[in-house]
């Protein structure tokens, strides 16, 4: 049977709703049921731990703008030696010696006011956040939808097995009494040789169903990641017993309207939307002033790297200057003095060091103004891609509502139709067992050709066959209707 597929998520958790605890995968012994499939297949899926990723990392950009409420606390340190001709920081004097220097400095800043852009910022953030957090429950319904609709083309094809199953004890047990018949000269050897033939087509056939729910049944377990060799079997419910609400209380309205407040990607539209105009809100304060506060403590420590040893007088000179007494100008002369140096040990060049950090300590505090004026058109830019984005989402929004209510009714009209296929088809078996009964009984009597009872015998078989696809047809689409009523699916 082809299981149709909604192009929507329809399968939210699928059987989710029908358990409250929570997604755990169960690798236990033991035949597996639809929700233990579902649960195994999301917590092994790539696709959904590849959406939790993305719904962390919007986490974290919203726990950093969130943050920027915080004022910043920026320290510095700068260590190292100058040579030559350099700044004396302890006295802004350039002197030509080799000195170690150290700066130290804390800086502090705040934002006072911007217009709520950092605020409209911060709520876009937490938008976007909770719709990545929508989008990993869209992508585990994606993951429930194809386990979902893999089931039950196994549990379809069990189904089918089993009836070809029955079909062959039957046509080995009308082969075994004709034999006996013929055996007695009551019947020809040819009803005996077509019974014969039709065993080898009935075991052929199941054969083949057999083979199709293997197949189904791995390409069930290569959906959950399991390996294929792995022991695997299902629970296999009475597809009579599975509950499905009146097909005639079904209002595809009244659903669209408990669908627009359930689908994720409904959900999801309508927060995207909301961060978008978010966004377009702190685009526009963006071009207003910011006023922050910002305070700074700084403090300098400079050291030699030569200790003055001793000096010794070499002479004098001139200096160019002069003393007057009366008329008679007298020079001034200078002395002329060698230094002896010698280089500082390690302790040494920390010498003084909490002195001059105290000594050189300062401090400041003021405020900030900050107004874009002409920045290359950013700003404007900035808005005009903002209010694009927030034309997209409106867009994509009414796009998948219509999508939405278009997907209910058409699984609405499919489940009608689905519903008067399933009463036609029972009928028809109600048909073809009176008939088969009819025709056994002209066939034990010897009254009936063998081709015309294996023929009665085929259309019951396609009847019985045909009641199956469209009971689990119809119990399928009755479930896409009890998804979109929020109530998941429960088998």
């Excluded at 100008?329 to 280089?343: I, K």
């Excluded at 300062?362 to 984005?389: H, T, Y």
């Amino acid at each position: 049977m082809r299981i149709p597929r909604s192009p929507s998520a329809i399968l939210l958790a699928v059987l989710l709703s029908s358990s409250g605890s929570p997604l755990q995968a169960q690798t236990g012994p033991g035949p597996w049921d639809l929700r233990r499939c579902v649960d195994y297949a999301i917590s092994n899926s790539i696709s959904v731990r590849q959406t939790e990723v993305e719904a962390r990392s919007a986490e974290v950009t919203l726990r950093q703008s969130e943050q920027q409420r915080i004022p910043t606390l920026t320290g510095n340190l700068n260590h190292g030696f100058s040579f030559g001709r350099t700044l004396d920081r302890t006295t802004n004097i350039f002197v030509s010696r080799s000195a170690m220097f150290e700066q130290v400095s804390l800086q502090s800043n705040a934002l006072l006011y911007n217009f709520r852009s950092l605020q409209h910022q911060i709520s876009a953030n937490r938008l976007t956040a909770e719709a990545a957090r929508v989008a990993v429950d869209r992508a585990r319904n994606d993951i429930a939808l194809n386990v979902a609709n893999q089931y039950l083309r196994s549990l379809l094809s069990r189904e089918q097995a089993e009836v070809s199953r029955i079909v062959l004890r039957q046509t080995r047990a009308q082969l075994a009494n004709t034999r006996k018949l013929v055996e007695a000269g009551t019947l020809p050897e040819l009803n005996a040789a077509e019974l014969e033939a039709t065993e080898a087509r009935d075991s052929a056939t199941l054969v083949q169903t057999l083979a199709q729910y293997r197949l189904d049944i791995l390409a069930l377990q290569n959906l959950l990641n399991l390996p294929a060799d792995a022991p695997f079997e299902i629970v296999i419910p009475a597809v009579e017993a599975i509950p499905v609400d009146n097909i005639l209380e079904a209002d595809p309205q009244a659903i669209y309207l408990l669908a627009l407040g359930s689908q994720p990607q409904i959900r999801g539209n309508t927060l995207r939307a909301q961060a978008a105009e978010q966004q377009l809100q702190a685009a526009h304060s963006r071009r207003l002033p910011s006023v922050n506060a910002f305070a700074q403590l700084n403090s300098n420590f400079n050291q030699f790297l030569q200790k003055t040893t001793g000096f010794t007088f070499t002479g004098e000179s001139q200096t160019g200057s002069y003393v007057k007494s009366g008329s008679t100008v007298l020079p001034v002369y200078t002395p002329q003095v060698s230094m002896q140096t010698a280089r500082k040990g390690f302790g040494e060049l920390w010498n003084g060091y909490g002195k001059q950090l105290q000594d050189q300590f300062g401090q400041g505090v003021g405020i900030n103004i900050s107004m874009p004026i002409l920045n290359g058109g950013q700003n404007r830019a900035n808005i005009a891609r903002a209010r694009l984005d927030v034309q997209r989402q409106a867009l994509q929004a009414e796009q998948d509502s219509l999508r939405l209510k278009q997907d209910i009714y058409t699984a609405h009209q499919s489940a009608l139709g689905a519903f008067q296929t399933l009463q036609a088809r029972a009928k028809a078996v109600q048909t073809a067992e009176r008939s088969f009964e009819l025709a056994s009984r002209r066939y034990d009597l010897g009254v009936m050709q063998t081709i015309e009872w294996l023929t009665i015998q085929n259309n019951l078989t396609r009847a019985r066959i045909d009641r199956l696809v469209a009971q689990y047809d119809f119990v399928f689409r009755m479930k896409v209707l009890e998804f979109y009523k929020g109530r998941g699916i429960r088998l």
